[in-house]
C-alpha cells in the first residue's frame, strides 16, 4: 500500500456564474408553488439544483435577493432570490431523483497525518479514484468508506472533493463509537 498526498485546496466557484454559464434548465413545480430547476446536458445537474418562486410578491433572499433568468424549453422563467438547493431537497419536494448525478473524487486509507505546511496524507491507500470526477452519489465515498470500515472492523479515513468543497475524516466501523474502540484497545 502506499501513501496519497493530498496537494493544495480546490478553488472556490461562483454560484451565480455557474448558473449564468447553463443554456438550458429544466423544471418541475412543487405542491407549495415553488419552481425547482436544474441543468439540461450538464455532466454533474446535481450539483446545480436551484429553488425559488414564480409568485409576484413572494419574495426570496437567495442570491442576496438577485433576480435571476433560467432559459427552459418552454421560455425564460424569472426568479427573485432563488436558492441553490440539492437534490435530497429537490427529491423529497417533487419525486424528481437526481440524486445520482454528483461529481465527486476520493481516497480511502487505514490512517491520515499531517504535514509542517498543512497538507493531509492519506496513510496505506485502500482506494483512490482514478480520475477527477466520478458521477454517482453525493455520498458515494463516504459510503464506500463506511463499507471498508465495516468490512475490516477497523477505523479508516476518507477525503472526498466536489466542486462545491471537501471533507475528510474518519469512518467508524457500524456501531462502534470511537469511545467504544478505544475501550476494547485498552483490554487487549
Not at 441543468?39 to 419574495?59: C, D, F, L, Q
Not at 427573485?80 to 431523483?97: E, F, I, M, V
Amino acid at each position: 500500500m502506499s501513501d496519497y498526498i493530498i496537494e493544495g485546496r480546490i478553488q472556490m466557484r461562483s454560484a451565480i456564474a455557474d448558473q449564468a454559464s447553463v443554456d438550458l434548465w429544466d423544471y418541475v413545480q412543487d405542491g407549495n408553488g415553488n419552481v425547482w430547476l436544474w441543468p439540461v446536458n450538464h455532466i454533474e445537474p446535481g450539483a446545480m439544483v436551484h429553488v425559488g418562486s414564480i409568485t409576484v410578491g413572494k419574495r426570496s433572499e437567495g442570491y442576496a435577493g438577485r433576480t435571476m433568468r433560467f432559459p427552459t424549453k418552454d421560455g425564460d422563467i424569472l426568479i427573485q432570490g432563488p436558492w441553490h438547493s440539492n437534490t435530497d431537497a429537490l427529491y423529497k419536494a417533487t419525486g424528481k431523483d437526481l440524486r445520482d448525478k454528483h461529481l465527486t473524487w476520493g481516497v480511502i486509507s487505514k490512517g491520515r497525518k499531517y504535514l509542517s505546511d498543512h497538507r493531509t496524507v492519506m496513510v496505506d491507500v485502500l482506494h483512490i479514484d482514478p480520475t477527477w470526477g466520478v458521477v454517482g452519489m453525493f455520498e458515494r465515498i463516504d459510503n464506500l468508506a463506511q463499507a471498508f470500515a465495516d468490512e475490516r472492523d477497523e477505523v479508516v479515513y476518507y477525503y472526498c472533493q466536489s466542486h462545491g468543497g471537501s471533507s475528510c475524516g474518519p469512518v467508524y466501523p457500524t456501531g462502534k463509537s470511537p469511545h467504544k474502540l478505544k475501550k476494547a484497545k485498552s483490554k487487549s
